[in-house]
């Protein structure tokens, strides 16, 4: 009898560890383990903001899959992209070639979500990946070195909107407030003239969070030069320009820099392949596998778990990813032998939302609040020991954060 083929389709976080508890948990004669993603590297994808901001280098962030897997004898590694998905026919078909499976997990990751607003996929810039991180920083750095090359001084260079207050656009208006100061001295630009303005479409940032606490990041970040203007829709975004409306008026702020932060939804390739989806996610059954489908795992910003005590859906981060691996891996190997299921239950330990290097708020542990220094050690425990968690001792002191306070 052959081994079964299993195939997991994206290398972020929940991709990655349901690969590495499967490269640990399966001998190499039980199944055929296959890795597929469009890099041949795995980031953390919770450090992209300071790689757009300028504040950690990407290399930092980016991981070598093969640092981490076994692919000489363990896992067959495919570098491609991945354009469908055919439930019917057990097949993947990437960019390149097609792939056949026995049992799949969809790990595929989020795309940004426009809300049909004008201009926003032509102008805006994003922070979604290693790529789009980089070449926001380049962006920043061009724009104050070219600041004083024009005769005609244009502060559309000089000001920088995010549009959204949610996670990634309050930790990036955090590690941009921390490297203004630095490129001002470098590019002789007097800091008053910069503007960091945060348009949000609730009455508040971090909407759903502790209102302590979003006191505290606020004044925080306020105190640093970083403008908040919330109740207030984008309108539209042009190349120099944004637009927005607030009680019924309309301003235009020149901005040659505008942000996308505020939306997220599933790789659109998981409503496409005819499963399920519930607004383009899959509401995954209890043991993490589609609806209909008994041979197909679907794992992070592709999975939808419902909170039956909110009736809202659990938030897809990394943390919930991670745990969700854990059911995934031990599920998949169940199926090739005959084992029982588990079913999965998040355990929610807490959040925690940098502010810069050496400021974060929290909330962990039994609801505790953490604000300032304490805050930012946790949430540097936290990276470290998902480090340790993929990749042992070895990637945590290779990759790892060690000074409290930066």
């Known amino acids: 009898m052959n081994n079964p083929n299993i195939v997991i389709l994206g290398a972020g976080y929940g991709g990655m560890m349901t690969t590495t508890k499967l490269q640990k948990s399966l001998g190499a004669n039980e199944a055929n383990l296959t890795l597929v993603n469009i890099n041949d590297y795995h980031y953390q994808a919770t450090w992209l903001h300071e790689n757009a901001a300028g504040t950690l280098h990407h290399d930092r962030t980016r991981i070598p899959i093969k640092e981490i897997v076994n692919t000489t004898n ?33 790990g595929l990751g989020f795309e940004l979500a426009t809300f049909g607003i004008p201009g926003i996929e032509e102008h805006a810039f994003k922070i979604e990946n290693i ?36 996670f990634t656009g309050i930790e990036f208006a955090g590690e941009l407030a921390n490297r203004i100061p630095e490129l001002c001295e470098e590019y002789d630009i007097e800091k008053a003239q910069v503007r960091i303005i945060n348009v949000e479409g609730a009455d508040t940032v971090l909407p759903g969070f502790d209102p302590q606490l979003v006191n505290y990041a606020m004044n925080s970040l306020e105190a640093r030069g970083v403008e908040f203007i919330t109740g207030a829709m984008l309108k539209e975004c042009k190349a120099a320009s944004i637009v927005y409306e607030k009680d ?13 932060t505020a939306g997220v939804k599933a790789n659109s390739i998981v409503e496409k392949s005819g499963m399920e989806t519930n607004r383009g996610k899959v509401e995954v059954r209890k043991d993490m596998r589609a609806p209909d489908y008994d041979d197909i795992f679907v794992i992070g910003d592709c999975a939808v778990i419902m909170d039956q005590e909110s009736g809202n859906p659990y938030p897809p981060t990394a943390q919930i990813a991670i745990q969700q691996s854990n059911v995934v891996a031990h599920n998949v190997k169940s199926l090739i032998n005959g084992g029982e299921m588990e079913e999965f239950e998040p355990n929610l330990l807490g959040t925690v939302a940098s502010l810069g290097n050496n400021d974060a708020i929290g909330m962990v542990m039994n609801n505790r609040k953490l604000f300032g220094w304490k805050a930012t050690v946790m949430k540097k425990v936290i990276d470290n020991r998902y480090l340790f968690k993929l990749g042992g001792i070895s990637l945590l002191m290779r990759k790892g954060k060690f000074n409290p306070f930066y």
């Open 131 to 166: 790529n789009s991180a980089r070449l926001l920083r380049e962006h920043l750095d061009y724009n104050f070195a070219k600041y004083h090359d024009e005769q005609k001084k244009r502060e559309a260079r000089l000001n920088i909107v995010i549009g959204g207050g949610g």
């Open 74 to 106: 363990k896992i067959n590694f495919i570098k491609d992209k991945v354009i469908s998905i055919k439930p019917a026919e057990k097949k993947v078909k990437l960019e390149n070639s097609e792939i056949f499976y026995d049992y799949l997990v969809i």
């Open 248 to 260: 019924e008026k309309q301003v235009e702020i020149p901005t040659m820099t505008t942000v996308w």
